[in-house]
């Protein structure tokens, strides 16, 4: 860096060249004025850790863990869906019955009809798709809450669940199938797991620093490298640790970091596309959106799609950890998990604010209430009503930490 | 679309941007327009005045193609043309800023000014591209924005006129319309509007601005025409006219005097 130079965004008050103690100042900043982050959700995480291993040991064990990673990754694929519809400033609350559907589809496809896997997983996915279609088509050539569009589809869907599992009411699928194995059975090796975890960070700091030298080189503020290379170091180190530590037992499931990929992927996405651009612009002010040229229905219609694709292949998902599908599949809890789930990690109810990392977060916090109730007190009476609690705590801190963004003047 | 430096004219004769003449509007029985003309050279700022329900906003309607003229004719640098949806007009080159703020309050400025026709390398958003141009415009614009990553929530209403304005450049439109820009706005805000208004006619654009802001239209107009029940109303350069001379013309009264009158009266 040459601070001699004038930059070109000199007159800028916020962007200040990024340095290791401004970086730390800057981020209480953001977090008093309301701008919270994922920071509410890591404190969640680690104080609910706290509590359940003082009351049950086994909490915090590494075998522990790996179920609970591998119980996160079908309701939280289906989260990831919920999350871009929220950034829209829509609900979907038809996901379990769809996730349910393509359980189904996947478990008759296969076992009934002897269909091939690829085949049958790609038609589950397409049956999502074709219902997320519907969804935005209503919403937008009627105008209709999505409230309501998904209350029906919730139950049309159930009705279209129960039709395609008939008579039977539960199929089993055989253990050795791939698809049962990808979702009990496999697991990253050891060396495998570290190698991906550094590969990705190194690849995810690389395009950090080539794009702080392409502003560098435009004139433009930029982060210093020693800067982006602490904080990929931490984030490595995090993230080996966390690998290592599941290494004890199993380790990664396959299936987990598939859905880490994806969440991945949709927040690349939401953050680098002109289509991610416009999901945040319609959340924030649809007539502003419209007004420039974006085309407001196709949004609509392809985040609807994609919601209830993620739905589906949470569902595929739940099906291969179960190993059957059923009349319960998708049933209860899965609605409402994955619902609360984007909310906990931080997508906003109100629309324009949050992102696809927010359903990993928000799993980890829900499958960690349900699996240390469970550890504690088999009675799932306590279990609903906690999770309701700490759901509400959730939309309580996204509606509080609004209000205080509105009050720094910060959206 | 890109934003490019315009390139000053050769021709000092300023170009007759804009002919409207004769234009009608109806809403069912509701004639909102009836026989309005209007003329728009490169290089001045014309206000429209009118009283409400004048036909202000049904002007600037049609030519922004949200509400398509049903007669009348339109020449735009001497073509006739149609404007039957706001991507016809826009396409001409005439950019509309909205009375009620257009902009999204979530998203940083860069993102507002580059909304719906962002810079892509190889189907990535090129963030460093529109942040390095929004600077630029900024800066011709002498516009005061203290940062171009907070979120627009984060800005005064002046500034956030300011970017919806600046928003209008980036298509490199030759007119831009901009209905009651000074609306709500505290006086050192709406002083800083009137030099970026200032700033497009400089840019050799046609300015149309709509207002109710009689102290404002006579400091940054060079041309005012009013409107009056959805007819044109009178016409004025602003040199060689009072405010009187237009509350006059948009009450209809002759004189002061008589519009007090015209005020005192029951309506019936």
Known sequence: ?411 | MTYRTPIPLRTPAPEHLLELRGISKRFGAIRALEGVDLDVYAGEVVAIVGDNGAGKSTLMKVLSGVHPHDSGTIRFAGNPVTISSPTDSRRLGIESVYQELSLCDNLDVVSNLWLGRELRTGGRLDEVEMEQRSWMLLRELSARVSSVRVPVAALSGGQRQTVAIARSLIGNPRVVILDEPTAALGVAQTAEVLNLIERLRERRLGVILISHNIADVQAVADRIVVLRLGRNGGEFRVADVTSEMIIGAITGATSVASRRTAVAEPRT
């Open chain 1, 1 to 411: 860096m040459t601070p001699e130079r004038a930059l070109a965004d000199a007159g800028d008050e916020q962007t200040k060249p990024g340095r290791l103690r401004g970086t730390a100042r800057d981020a209480v900043t953001r977090v008093r004025s309301g701008d919270l982050g994922p920071t509410p959700v890591i404190v969640g995480l680690v104080i609910i850790s706290l509590i359940f291993q003082a009351l049950n040991p086994t909490f915090l064990s590494s075998t522990n863990l790996v179920n609970l990673t591998m119980q996160s990754a079908a309701v939280g694929t289906v989260a990831i869906g919920v999350a871009l519809v929220l950034l829209l400033g829509e609900i979907d609350i038809s996901v379990g019955s769809v996730s349910g559907l393509a359980s189904a589809v996947l478990a008759v496809g296969y076992v009934q009809l002897e269909l091939a896997l690829p085949i049958v997983i790609a038609a589950s996915v397409v049956s999502g798709a074709l219902i997320g279609l519907a969804f935005g088509v209503l919403r937008t050539r009627f105008g209709l809450p999505s409230f309501i569009i998904t209350l029906a589809g919730l139950l049309a869907v159930l009705g279209l669940q129960l039709f395609v599992l008939g008579k039977t009411g539960s199929i089993n699928i055989p253990f050795d199938s791939w698809i049962v194995q990808f979702g009990q059975q496999w697991f990253l090796p050891a060396w495998a797991s570290y190698l991906l975890i550094v590969v990705s960070v190194v690849c995810f700091g690389w395009l950090q620093v080539s794009h702080s030298l392409r502003r560098h080189a435009a004139g433009l503020t930029s982060t210093a490298t020693v800067v982006i290379i602490a904080r990929s170091a931490a984030l490595m180190i995090a993230l080996l640790v966390a690998a290592w530590y599941l290494n004890l037992s199993r380790g990664v499931g396959v299936m987990f970091a598939v859905f880490v990929l994806l969440a991945v992927v949709m927040q690349y996405a939401l953050m680098r596309t002109a289509w991610g651009r416009s999901v945040y612009a319609v959340g924030g002010n649809v007539e502003a959106a419209r007004r420039a040229g974006i085309r407001v229905n196709r949004v609509y219609i392809s985040v609807f799609m994609l919601c209830s694709s993620f739905a589906a292949l949470g569902g595929v998902f739940a099906a291969a950890r179960l190993a059957a599908a059923n009349q319960g599949s998708g049933g209860a809890d899965t609605n409402l998990n994955a619902i609360a789930a984007a909310v906990i990690g931080g997508t906003s109810l109100f629309g324009g604010r949050g992102s696809a990392f927010s359903a990993v977060l928000g799993i980890l916090v829900i499958m960690s209430i349900t699996s240390g109730l469970t550890l504690i007190n088999p009675d799932s009476s306590i279990r609903y009503m906690i999770t309701g609690a700490v759901l509400l705590l959730a939309v309580v801190i996204d509606s509080l930490s609004r209000r205080s963004r509105a009050a720094a003047g910060r959206a």
